[in-house]
């Protein structure tokens, strides 16, 4: 599959920002109670002045209107969010699990929604952030599901069900990830040469993603680089969670321990 260089938005950092934090794929939910703690701990600790959740905060998102559940795992979480954006400035970009988070999660947790992908200015710097998703180009068959599932009319369709069944829905499609996931099947990477195009369209020389669960650094060619954020699994062995920082002194990964 071949990929075309999306449009992309920009962000101009205040003057005043001195630190940035970068953070993907928590899978925040239920079942996993210590990542939640950790990531409760991060967010009264850290010392950024902004944070980008660049998709997946949560393992599952089926609708704004879990909200209204009193005592629902997601509405505790986005209590943690909406105490967070009093200190911190929030911004939140689609994973390819929330991808239904919509505007009612932004004014309740005060998050601004971003678009994918978008390049943020920071000092003279321009750095790419993508949630890496539409950038898997080998996994067709997700990168068809992808372009219905963005779709506004899929999206209603799946909105007008009930709430309870669409955690159904979502049960079997999680049942169903974590079988292939031990099956041993191996997933997609980022296509090398689809970020760069990305890169040199943005005029940007770092890419900054989630999505593979590989961190690490890259180099895309002169001048061009891609940065993969880590994973947070607290109850693994040994635990995964780390934020890439970003301050004077470059990009920095600042490991998350377990509370």
Not at 110 to 125: E, F, K, N, S, Y
Not at 142 to 148: D, I
Not at 188 to 209: F, I, N, P, R
Request: with cysteine; aromatic share 8%; hydrophobic share 45%.
């Amino acid at each position: 599959m071949t990929a075309t260089v999306p449009r992309c938005e920009e962000l101009a950092a205040p003057a005043h920002w001195r630190t940035v934090d970068f953070l993907s794929d928590l899978h925040l939910q239920a079942s996993e109670p210590a990542t939640l703690a950790a990531w409760r701990h991060y967010l009264q600790t850290t010392p950024a002045d902004a944070l980008f959740i660049l998709g997946d905060l949560f393992e599952v998102w089926v609708g704004d209107d879990v909200l209204d559940e009193s005592g629902s795992f997601e509405a505790q979480a986005c209590a943690l969010l909406q105490a967070a954006s009093r200190r911190h400035a929030l911004f939140f970009l689609h994973g390819n699990r929330d991808f239904l988070i919509g505007a009612r999660f932004a004014r309740h947790t005060g998050a601004r929604l971003l678009h994918d992908p978008t390049v943020l200015i920071w000092q003279g710097r321009r750095l790419l952030l993508s949630h890496g998703d539409a950038l898997c180009l080998q996994d067709v068959d997700y990168q068809r599901f992808r372009q219905q599932a963005r779709s506004q009319a899929w999206q209603q369709r799946f909105l007008a069900q009930p709430l309870a069944q669409r955690r159904a829905q979502a049960r079997a499609i999680r049942t169903e990830s974590e079988a292939r996931k031990q099956s041993g099947a191996v997933y997609a990477d980022v296509d090398a040469a689809a970020a760069a195009a990305w890169l040199q369209a943005a005029q940007a020389g770092t890419l900054v993603h989630g999505h593979t669960h590989r961190p690490g650094e890259h180099a895309l060619g002169p001048g061009l680089a891609r940065t993969v954020l880590s994973d947070w699994d607290l109850a693994a062995h040994p635990p995964r969670a780390d934020v890439l920082r970003l301050s004077a002194a470059g990009l920095e990964r600042i490991a998350i321990a377990p509370t």
